[in-house]
């Protein structure tokens, strides 16, 4: 039996910048989690999915997290997104310069 469908955010990378970027609902991509799309249709998820790939000339990798909604907006659900979200963990650039909390 399949599992059930859990909410989902469409997340990717920059083609030019690397840096992970989330699908928002008026087709924009944001370095923001909080400001992402949560999908919580299956069957939308999957047409979300296609069109945020049909954006392949900006992004590369896109794929659906698992996310759950939170007080600020989505918030991932498994470290991996986590850390993604916060960035580079071997020095602080990017996303950990520019916070003051990690």
Same mark, same amino acid.
């Given at each position: 039996? /399949?599992?059930?469908? &859990? /909410? ?8 030019? *910048?690397? =840096?992970?970027? %989330?699908?928002? !609902?008026?087709?924009?991509? &944001? #370095?923001?989690?909080?400001? !992402?799309?949560?999908?919580? =249709?299956?069957?939308?998820? $999957?047409? #979300? ?5 049909? $954006?392949?000339?900006?992004?590369? @990798?896109? %794929?659906? !997290?698992?996310?759950?909604?939170? *007080?600020? @907006?989505?918030?991932? &659900? ?6 993604? #979200?916060?960035? /580079? ?6 996303? $950990?310069?520019? #916070?003051? =909390?990690?």
């Amino acid at each position: 039996m /399949p599992r059930p469908f &859990t /909410p989902k955010v469409v997340t990717a990378n920059d083609l030019l *910048e690397g =840096d992970v970027i %989330y699908f928002t !609902a008026d087709n924009t991509w &944001t #370095r923001e989690l909080s400001q !992402a799309e949560l999908i919580t =249709d299956e069957a939308e998820a $999957q047409l #979300r999915l296609l069109e945020a790939e049909k $954006q392949n000339i900006s992004i590369v @990798g896109a %794929y659906l !997290a698992d996310a759950k909604g939170g *007080e600020n @907006g989505p918030e991932p &659900t498994h470290f991996r997104e986590e850390f993604r #979200r916060t960035g /580079p963990s071997n020095y602080s650039h990017g996303k $950990q310069e520019a #916070r003051s =909390d990690v």
